[in-house]
């Protein structure tokens, strides 16, 4: 069947959220209708990047690129630009008003993306496993049975410099190894998929879009360290990720692409899915295998390291989503090839999930070595509502803020490290002048204080501690001694602490206090906090000069603390205001005043 | 679906890179525009867009992208279609139905002799018989 015109429809967890899946249904429905079955076909495909404006619908060969998608716009689409040949001008991208239909290449949020590891996110329809082999799928797992030796392999990944995408940047090859070299009967190969850092979706959007790169290095993986079983660990908050992975691997067994015999090369492979139940602690690898055991999710001292003593005790290879996505491409293209993109140290690309007060939060792939501010500025399109750029927190809640002056950084893992944070997996927020740094850092430290397992005491009592302080510190209650006190515990817990959840925890109270050090003096010597987001130091009054007596403050309080006659200055009581900010929102007078 | 042999996954490689390199458009030089305006699919536009499709396959052209747009203009002459490709003036054909197309993709494209009879927007004379 020729088909001259191709739908492709995001239907990733953010655009699915939105919808997607009743516009794919619509445009199904609208084509069959109008009979142009034969003539174009619908495409359901993994993220486009692009989150912020999603649901997105892409037509090819036109290049069109339809963002805010609407249900009801699937009709007007088929019928004008499908039917006729004129895209819906209203709904295709446009990043300034006189750029009218840009050509997708030309979109500032592609230009400085470069794709491995989403090579074929928002490009194939990952529930199709034709094509993913027609976009060179399984060639590398091909090329590594029938060409390869086991140590051709791990020479290419050693040339190639891949280091671990999970956040500590360990050289992959160096893991294989130990596995390789180690006499065993059993060995085993586990894919980390339990993403858990707040406002990070790579790994999930990886395997949504693009199941079988998975599949396909774990099995070359297998091949290359002498191991038949695979685990792939992933959270079961992720249903998508888990039933289109489950797919993936019931097609890949179909043509025999796991299972006894691989293609004919006597290499039996086989991978299982298992699902955590969302402890963030399980993202460590120990934890992790401790979880697919069937035992309490609790790290363990390392070494040994389960490259060596894994999975029952057996020698074990453990990588995350994005360093196994990566692998079919190096075994293709080389590892020279790899090689050549990055920095001196970290080589290939990197996937961040681009979140926080920026315009297009969405998922990128970027060479290593691209800098903070293309990556915020040029392809997130800067700050949302023209505010100041404050910081940016990578690495999750073991990371730390990078203020303004540090936004030339190249990214990469020890230029990272040095400025106070961690590559980490991927997530990148991004704030403004509105977010209070002690804030940003109470919040992480809960979290980590929350999933702390308990097992060891510099994390379970020391994290509690320092969000206590914390706490006291936001709420106007604190004194000078607590900067030097949240330090001190801080280092204890990274040197003490048993797993890299506790060693890292107290990472955002260190980085902010490195670079912010001076919002913490202002909330503990003047009780002030600069970005008003700290409800104990906020108070909301009226300037009865600039108040008009319109009343729509009053009318808008929820629990009516502003009262005066109407026309005349109206008055805030301050000992029932909830500072919900509400007043300071709607008055256009400039009247209230935050402070 | 039964197990395949590596010999079959090279296969099924082959064939299936066709239809997704169908949706690219990067690096495609040789364009196919049809008018696709009221005037155009009543005058059978979409049986000759139909008609560039299917020939471009048959004859295995991997450089070439069909494309549609609205009305041209020449609502007297429809379908219309304009080519665009190198070493060859932009070129707007009228009248064009199926068997047309089908001259159109194997002369101009693949030959790149003008079918004259059809030509609407005349290029430079030299370049005209």
């Known amino acids: 069947m020729a088909y001259r015109s191709f739908v492709l429809i995001c239907s990733g967890t953010g655009c699915e959220s939105n919808k997607s899946g009743v516009i794919f249904d619509r445009m199904a429905k609208q084509i069959t209708e109008k009979g142009l079955l ?9 993220c486009f990047g692009l989150c912020e404006r999603g649901p997105i619908v892409k037509v090819l060969p036109d290049e069109t690129f339809y963002v805010d998608v609407k249900p009801e716009d699937a009709d007007k689409i088929v ?21 009218k239909n840009i050509k997708i290449e030309n979109i500032p949020f592609y230009q400085k993306q470069f794709r491995i590891v989403l090579r074929n996110c928002g490009v194939i329809d990952p529930e199709n496993i034709n094509e993913y082999i027609a976009r060179d799928g399984y060639k590398a797992l091909e090329k590594a049975l029938f060409e390869m030796t086991p140590d051709d392999i791990i020479e290419e990944l050693k040339i190639s410099g891949l280091r671990g995408r999970g956040g500590a940047g360990f050289p992959t090859w160096r ?47 297998g091949y290359t360290v002498g191991a038949h079983q695979g685990y792939v660990y992933i959270r079961a908050e992720y249903p998508l990720a888990i039933r289109r992975l489950e797919m993936a691997i019931r097609q890949a067994r179909e043509m025999g692409l796991l299972g006894k015999d691989i293609l004919g090369s006597g290499f039996d492979f086989d991978i299982e899915i298992r699902l955590g139940a969302g402890a963030f602690v399980c993202g460590e690898e120990t934890a992790l295998l401790a979880s697919i055991e069937g035992n309490r999710g609790m790290p363990r001292p390392r070494p040994p390291f ?33 090689a050549q993109i990055g920095t001196e140290t970290s080589k290939g690309t990197k996937v961040f999930a681009l979140t926080g007060k920026v315009n297009n939060s969405g998922l990128i792939e970027v060479p290593m070595g691209t800098t903070l501010r293309e990556v915020i500025f040029d392809i997130g399109g800067g700050i949302k509502n023209g505010k100041k750029f404050k910081a940016v927190q990578s690495g999750g ?87 030097d006190k949240l330090k001190q515990i801080g280092r204890a817990m990274q040197k003490a602490s048993l797993c890299g959840l506790g060693q890292t925890a107290p990472n955002p109270v260190l980085s902010t206090l490195r670079y912010f050090e001076h919002e913490y003096r202002q909330h503990i010597l003047e009780k002030k906090c600069a970005a008003g987001s700290c409800k104990e130091l906020v108070f909301y009054t009226i300037n009865p000069q600039k108040c008009i007596g319109c009343g729509l403050c009053a009318m808008k309080c929820p629990v009516n603390c502003i009262s005066g006659e109407k026309r005349k200055p109206h008055t805030i009581d301050q000992s029932k205001c909830i500072k919900c900010g509400n007043c300071y929102t709607v008055c256009k007078f400039g009247a209230v005043i935050k402070g | 679906m039964a197990k395949i042999t590596l010999e079959e996954l090279r296969r099924l490689r082959e064939q299936t890179k066709a239809d997704i ?35 471009i396959e048959k004859l295995g052209l991997k450089d070439v992208v069909v494309k549609q747009t609205g009305c041209m203009g020449y609502c007297y002459v429809e379908p219309t279609v304009e080519v665009v490709m190198p070493d060859m003036p932009r070129t707007i054909y009228g009248k064009v139905d199926a068997d047309v197309a089908r001259k159109i993709v194997e002369d101009h494209i693949v030959h790149k002799k003008l079918v004259s009879e059809h030509v609407m927007d005349k290029p430079a004379a030299d370049i005209m018989k």
């Open chain 1, 38 to 46: 034969s003539e174009i076909q619908l495409v359901k495909t993994g």
């Open chain 1, 79 to 99: 019928e004008e630009h499908l039917l006729k040949g004129r895209p819906v001008k209203n709904l295709v991208y446009q990043y300034e008003e006189s750029q």
């Open chain 1, 175 to 221: 893991k294989w190894v130990f596995t390789k070299d180690v006499q065993s009967d059993v060995k085993y190969v586990v894919c980390n998929a339990d993403e858990g850092d707040p406002g990070a979706y790579m790994d999930r959007s990886t395997i949504e879009g693009d199941p079988h790169s998975i599949i396909e290095a774990m099995t070359i993986c």
């Open chain 1, 306 to 338: 389960p490259a060596i003593s894994g999975l029952w005790g057996k020698p074990t290879v453990i990588n995350n989503v994005e360093t196994w996505a990566s692998i079919p491409v190096i075994l293709l293209k080389g590892g020279k090839w790899f």
């Open chain 1, 397 to 483: 809640p073991s990371g730390g803020v990078i203020p303004a002056e540090y936004l030339d950084t190249p990214i990469d893992y020890e230029n990272l490290q040095k400025l106070g944070s961690i590559m980490g997996s991927g997530g990148l927020i991004v704030m403004d002048e509105d977010d209070c740094m002690i804030d940003i850092a109470k919040f992480y430290l809960e979290f980590t204080v929350d999933e702390s397992c308990g097992k060891c005491s510099p994390c379970r009592i020391g994290g509690k501690q320092m969000y206590g302080i914390l706490d006291r510190i936001t709420k106007g209650k604190g004194e000078l001694a607590d900067i």
């Open chain 2, 21 to 55: 390199e169908k949706r690219e458009v990067e690096g495609k030089e040789t364009l196919v525009i049809v008018g696709m305006g009221t005037c155009g699919i009543a005058a059978g536009a979409r049986e000759t867009l139909k008609a560039f499709v299917e020939t």
